[in-house]
Nanobody, 114 residues
């Protein structure tokens, strides 16, 4: 299974960015897809996840500003981020949960700075 994340970059505080992550390979059954992030010197933290039935969960930091959505047909998950803050700066990793395993993407850098 391969996960290809994209959409990261440099954005000013208050700006928006949308990340996407496409899963490919030997995927029998995806149950959920999600995003984590890791800032320098910190642990990797949960950001948001969405199940194939559309149920979404968010961290307290993401709630109200980020929106996660999934395209089941394309095995792709999106993370729309708005009102970005400097503390959102991190490497964002996508994660996929299948029936019997879970997989991580390679990460995409998001930098929020003026």
């Amino acid at each position: 299974v391969q996960l290809q994340a994209s959409g990261g970059g440099l954005v000013q505080p208050g700006g928006s960015l949308t990340l996407s992550c496409a899963a490919s390979g030997n995927i029998f059954s995806i149950n959920a897809m999600g995003w984590y992030r890791q800032a320098p010197g910190k642990q990797r933290d949960f950001v948001a996840s969405v199940t194939v039935s559309g149920g979404a969960a968010y961290s307290s930091a993401a709630k109200g500003r980020f929106t996660i959505s999934g395209d089941v047909a394309k095995n792709t998950v999106y993370l729309q981020m708005t009102v970005l803050k400097p503390e959102d700066t991190a490497v964002y990793y996508c994660r996929v949960w299948t029936t019997d395993n879970n997989y991580w993407g390679q990460g995409t850098q998001v930098t929020v700075s003026s």
